[in-house]
């Protein structure tokens, strides 16, 4: 017998896009791997395989306003640099930092 979630996937992709903050721009592709049996991980969270990179700085305002931020960062100088700085409450910015510990922490709020 097939689970509801075996029934979608014959209807749709197996890859989808995820819409994050509607308006600043940020879609990201999500693909399905594998179905388990639900009945075993009712209780269990979504976890994060793997993954790559800083990811979204909250309330940044979309993708342009994150290059200007990496810009910035990368400068280490100027009005822009001072005030993503200040903001954000660090003196550098690694955006190929991934941490996956985190992210799964992150996911149990």
Request: aromatic share 12%.
């Given at each position: 017998?097939?689970?509801?979630?075996?029934?979608?996937?014959f209807?749709?992709?197996?890859?989808?896009?995820?819409?994050?903050?509607?308006?600043?721009?940020?879609?990201?592709?999500?693909?399905?791997?594998?179905?388990?049996?639900?009945?075993?991980?009712?209780?269990?969270?979504?976890?994060?395989?793997?993954?790559?990179?800083?990811?979204?700085?909250?309330?940044?305002?979309?993708?342009?306003?994150?290059?200007?931020?990496?810009?910035?960062f990368?400068?280490k100088?100027?009005?822009?640099y001072?005030?993503y700085?200040?903001?954000?409450?660090?003196?550098?910015?690694?955006?190929?930092?991934?941490?996956?510990?985190?992210?799964?922490?992150s996911?149990?709020?």
């Amino acid at each position: 017998m097939l689970s509801l979630a075996s029934c979608m996937i014959f209807m749709f992709d197996v890859n989808a896009s995820h819409i994050y903050d509607f308006g600043d721009g940020w879609t990201f592709p999500i693909r399905l791997e594998e179905i388990i049996d639900d009945k075993v991980y009712e209780e269990a969270s979504p976890l994060v395989l793997d993954g790559a990179g800083l990811g979204i700085i909250e309330d940044i305002g979309g993708v342009g306003a994150m290059s200007d931020c990496v810009k910035a960062f990368e400068k280490k100088a100027g009005d822009d640099y001072e005030s993503y700085s200040e903001w954000l409450g660090i003196k550098n910015l690694d955006i190929t930092y991934f941490n996956k510990n985190a992210a799964n922490k992150s996911l149990e709020k």
